[in-house]
């Protein structure tokens, strides 16, 4: 089974960065797709980012195009998400995923982490 465990989330200021990781055990990693998602507390989850499983295809929300970058490093089992850029509305838990078919829906995904937290400060 992936089994996978998020770390880097943090207080920053607004217009600074973070580089969230995701570190992943389990079968196949380079073959599995990779989603970020974020949750603010009583709002809905949402898509941030999604890479293929070689890494060669991502997408990302528009609310975060041009400030974040997804990536993974299929060597060390861990995928990232690089975030420039920070706003206070990108205040939230962020998670990464897997799922064995892709897309940006968070039903489309088998396997969460437990959430980092990202608090952007004015």
């Known amino acids: 089974q992936v089994r996978l465990v998020e770390s880097g989330g943090r207080l920053v200021q607004a217009g600074g960065s973070l580089r969230l990781s995701c570190a992943a055990s389990?079968?196949?990693?380079?073959?599995?797709?990779i989603g970020w998602f974020r949750q603010a507390p009583e709002k809905e989850r949402e898509f941030v980012a999604a890479i293929s499983g070689s890494g060669g295809s991502t997408t990302y929300a528009d609310s975060v195009k041009g400030r974040f970058t997804i990536s993974r490093e299929n060597a060390k089992n861990t995928a990232y998400l690089q975030m420039n850029g920070l706003k206070p509305e990108d205040t939230a838990v962020y998670y990464c995923?897997?799922?064995?078919?892709?897309?940006?829906?968070?039903?489309?995904?088998?396997?969460w982490g437990q959430g980092t937290q990202v608090t952007v400060s004015s």
């Open positions: 995923a897997a799922t064995p078919t892709g897309g940006t829906m968070s039903l489309a995904y088998r396997y």
């Open positions: 389990g079968r196949a990693f380079s073959t599995v797709p």
